[in-house]
């Protein structure tokens, strides 16, 4: 099921529109009553019909329902030919669980945007085995600030290009400088270290890779990245886009977290380029995975090439 990014660009998503019909699902932890209220905010104030899915309710401990009813939620959306778009309502744990249940032939010949970050790059990556572009995002009803909102409606409606623009209190750093050309793939580094040796593992040859995490000390993040470099995974990789690796809990003996990224990813003599505006933090980028960007490390930009959406 993997796929060599780097040989053809993948199938773009149709864009957005004013009335479209959004699927919301949860394929990953359970969602409180209040968010999926607010979700069906975001969608109001995006012009977008949301419709939840039938399990979205469901809890199991730490899971949205079974896997049975996240699964059949999911395909439903994937299916349905009415569905515009499949926005996640959250991450978690447990959209890992669902691959092998799951059958993308839908998106393949129609392409949707499927909208989502965190436990959810799980599906991204699935999604670009089956040559399909999709968007590492904000999920609806967390906070959504006018940073984020006129982030995603370009990326998501306008199909826009071009440098993307860095919120007043972002500094980016520069751990290794250069310029990198490549597709955009990625997202949370403990599910690409999880998926690693399955059908669906990252293989970033051509890519620049996304890499973002939440509440992992600084030596598991170390390990994440060494089982990736272990396993193959960077192999012909063209950059590093790193975004907050937030809510880090203070360990002994700790490190400074760049000069882990430094140290495990200076061999590969590519650009790595961190404190990006994407990850587990409010004012945040929407990311069109597949589509062609340019990173400069030195002046901390990073330019879409070609539009996530059709």
Same mark, same amino acid.
């Given at each position: 099921?993997?796929?060599?990014?780097?040989?053809?660009?993948?199938?773009?998503?149709?864009?957005?529109?004013?009335?479209?019909?959004?699927?919301?699902?949860?394929?990953?932890?359970?969602?409180?009553?209040?968010?999926?209220?607010?979700?069906?905010?975001?969608?109001?104030?995006?012009?977008?019909?949301?419709? +939840?899915?039938?399990?979205?309710?469901?809890? #199991? /401990?730490? !899971?949205? &329902?079974?896997?049975?009813?996240?699964? %059949?939620? @999911?395909?439903?959306?994937?299916?349905?030919?009415?569905?515009?778009?499949?926005?996640?309502?959250?991450?978690?744990?447990?959209?890992?669980?669902?691959?092998?249940?799951?059958?993308?032939?839908?998106?393949?010949?129609?392409?949707?945007?499927?909208?989502?970050?965190?436990?959810?790059?799980?599906?991204?990556?699935?999604?670009?085995?089956?040559?399909?572009?999709?968007?590492?995002?904000?999920?609806?009803?967390?906070?959504?600030?006018?940073?984020?909102?006129?982030?995603?409606?370009?990326?998501?409606?306008?199909?826009?290009?071009?440098?993307?623009?860095?919120?007043?209190?972002?500094?980016? +750093?520069?751990?290794?400088?250069?310029?990198? #050309? /490549?597709? !955009?793939? &990625?997202?949370?580094?403990?599910?690409? %270290?999880? @998926?690693?040796?399955?059908?669906?593992?990252?293989?970033?040859?051509?890519?620049?890779?996304?890499?973002?995490?939440?509440?992992?000390?600084?030596?598991?993040?170390?390990?994440?990245?060494?089982?990736?470099?272990?396993?193959?995974?960077?192999?012909?990789?063209?950059?590093?886009?790193?975004?907050?690796?937030?809510?880090?809990?203070?360990?002994?003996?700790?490190?400074?977290?760049?000069?882990?990224?430094?140290?495990?990813?200076?061999?590969?003599?590519?650009?790595?380029?961190?404190?990006?505006?994407?990850?587990?933090?409010?004012?945040?980028?929407?990311?069109?995975?597949?589509?062609?960007?340019?990173?400069?490390?030195?002046?901390?930009?990073?330019?879409? !090439?070609?539009?996530?959406?059709?």
């Amino acid at each position: 099921m993997t796929i060599d990014s780097a040989r053809s660009a993948p199938r773009r998503p149709a864009r957005l529109f004013e009335g479209a019909r959004i699927a919301l699902v949860a394929p990953a932890g359970p969602i409180p009553e209040e968010r999926l209220e607010a979700a069906r905010t975001q969608c109001s104030e995006f012009d977008i019909e949301p419709l +939840v899915g039938r399990f979205a309710r469901a809890r #199991s /401990g730490y !899971l949205a &329902g079974s896997d049975d009813e996240r699964a %059949a939620d @999911l395909q439903h959306a994937i299916d349905d030919p009415s569905i515009d778009a499949i926005w996640a309502l959250r991450g978690g744990y447990g959209t890992l669980r669902l691959l092998p249940r799951m059958n993308w032939s839908a998106m393949v010949a129609r392409p949707r945007p499927y909208i989502g970050f965190s436990d959810n790059t799980a599906v991204h990556l699935a999604l670009t085995a089956c040559g399909v572009g999709s968007f590492h995002a904000p999920h609806p009803g967390t906070t959504f600030p006018p940073f984020s909102k006129t982030a995603f409606r370009a990326t998501l409606f306008d199909g826009a290009i071009g440098v993307l623009p860095m919120p007043a209190d972002c500094t980016p +750093v520069t751990i290794c400088p250069g310029v990198a #050309s /490549g597709r !955009l793939l &990625g997202g949370n580094l403990s599910l690409l %270290a999880a @998926l690693a040796g399955t059908p669906w593992a990252l293989r970033a040859r051509g890519c620049i890779v996304l890499l973002e995490d939440v509440g992992e000390a600084v030596y598991r993040t170390d390990r994440a990245l060494t089982q990736l470099i272990l396993s193959g995974a960077f192999e012909g990789v063209e950059g590093f886009a790193i975004g907050r690796f937030t809510e880090r809990p203070v360990a002994q003996n700790d490190r400074d977290l760049h000069d882990v990224f430094r140290e495990r990813l200076e061999p590969y003599n590519v650009p790595v380029l961190s404190n990006l505006p994407f990850g587990h933090i409010d004012e945040q980028w929407s990311l069109p995975i597949g589509s062609l960007a340019r990173m400069d490390a030195a002046s901390g930009s990073l330019e879409l !090439l070609e539009p996530g959406v059709v």
